[in-house]
């Protein structure tokens, strides 16, 4: 009896003793270490850089359609007392709501847009790249094959779609180049012997014949005389050579108008 008592008693006391040493409830170890955030996933595949930086600010919100927090923004601290402030730095998004952050975009200190990394697929790599310009999309990089690099550029100016270059032989290097006005395509280049330079330039005949149509059509249009009055537009008559025009005959009056009282006023 006093053999099992003494085991009973051993066991309880090695179960405190390796909870003391940490060996047991991890989650409790993990939540009050330096850098980590209470009630934030750590397996998110999070992409903003906060952990361990005390000059870091988190704030996870819920959007559409989600039960959970799936918005994690990221503040930088600057300054201390009265002119301590927050700069949003980054923003990440579980769009699909599968627990995993799959977009994310950094600020600069201005609060302006820098860069934009998503995973459009959801399978956990990187396939879209966007790069912003002044708060303006500047570029637009794509994966398409699933490779983990870009096989398809897209250049913006003003907002607008510039220009197009595709790698379609699998070598890392644009081989097609599309030049867009207006967000129509213009014309497509074509490198053929795989050197980096277009071999052939292939222009759309019909947006040109439409093209050169509305420039004769406009050049017809200013070459044309002056369209002649409407027909039943009067014709102004000029005075008599040599009289005045103040001396042409004042209107008479229709017949059957009575005459207006002398000194009857307007």
């Given at each position: 009896?006093?053999?099992?008592?003494?085991?009973?008693?051993?066991?309880?006391?090695?179960?405190?003793?390796?909870?003391?040493?940490?060996?047991?409830?991890?989650?409790?170890?993990?939540?009050?270490?330096?850098?980590?955030?209470?009630?934030?996933?750590?397996?998110?595949?999070?992409?903003?850089?906060?952990?361990?930086?005390?000059?870091?600010?988190?704030?996870?919100?819920?959007?559409?359609?989600?039960?959970?927090?799936?918005?994690?923004?990221?503040?930088?601290?600057?300054?201390?007392?009265?002119?301590?402030?927050?700069?949003?730095?980054?923003?990440?998004?579980?769009?699909?709501?599968?627990?995993?952050?799959?977009?994310?975009?950094?600020?600069?200190?201005?609060?302006?847009?820098?860069?934009?990394?998503?995973?459009?697929?959801?399978?956990?790599?990187?396939?879209?790249?966007?790069?912003?310009?002044?708060?303006?999309?500047?570029?637009?990089?794509?994966?398409?094959?699933?490779?983990?690099?870009?096989?398809?550029?897209?250049?913006?100016?003003?907002?607008?779609?510039?220009?197009?270059?595709?790698?379609?032989?699998?070598?890392?290097?644009?081989?097609?180049?599309?030049?867009?006005?207006?967000?129509?395509?213009?014309?497509?280049?074509?490198?053929?012997?795989?050197?980096?330079?277009?071999?052939?330039?292939?222009?759309?005949?019909?947006?040109?014949?439409?093209?050169?149509?509305?420039?004769?059509?406009?050049?017809?249009?200013?070459d044309a005389p002056p369209a002649p009055?409407?027909?039943?537009?009067?014709?102004?008559?000029?005075?008599?050579?040599?009289?005045?025009?103040?001396?042409?005959?004042?209107?008479?009056?229709?017949?059957?108008?009575?005459?207006?009282?002398?000194?009857?006023?307007?």
């Amino acid at each position: 009896m006093r053999s099992v008592l003494s085991c009973f008693v051993s066991s309880v006391l090695l179960s405190v003793t390796l909870t003391a040493c940490g060996g047991a409830d991890k989650s409790v170890k993990n939540a009050n270490a330096p850098g980590q955030v209470t009630g934030i996933s750590q397996d998110d595949q999070s992409k903003c850089e906060y952990n361990a930086r005390p000059d870091r600010e988190v704030r996870e919100t819920t959007g559409p359609g989600s039960f959970t927090p799936n918005i994690r923004r990221v503040y930088a601290i600057l300054g201390t007392g009265e002119e301590r402030r927050r700069i949003l730095l980054c923003r990440e998004v579980d769009t699909n709501l599968d627990g995993t952050k799959d977009v994310v975009r950094t600020y600069n200190d201005k609060g302006e847009k820098l860069n934009e990394l998503s995973d459009s697929d959801f399978d956990g790599k990187i396939d879209t790249w966007v790069t912003f310009s002044g708060g303006h999309i500047a570029k637009i990089e794509l994966d398409k094959r699933a490779s983990g690099k870009p096989t398809e550029w897209r250049f913006y100016v003003g907002g607008k779609l510039s220009r197009v270059q595709r790698d379609t032989n699998k070598d890392g290097k644009p081989d097609v180049w599309e030049v867009y006005a207006k967000g129509t395509l213009q014309r497509m280049g074509v490198d053929l012997d795989g050197d980096g330079r277009v071999d052939r330039w292939d222009r759309d005949e019909v947006l040109a014949r439409a093209e050169q149509d509305e420039e004769e059509s406009e050049e017809k249009s200013s070459d044309a005389p002056p369209a002649p009055p409407p027909s039943d537009a009067p014709a102004s008559e000029p005075p008599a050579s040599g009289a005045p025009a103040s001396e042409a005959p004042a209107p008479q009056p229709s017949a059957g108008a009575a005459a207006a009282p002398a000194g009857a006023s307007n």
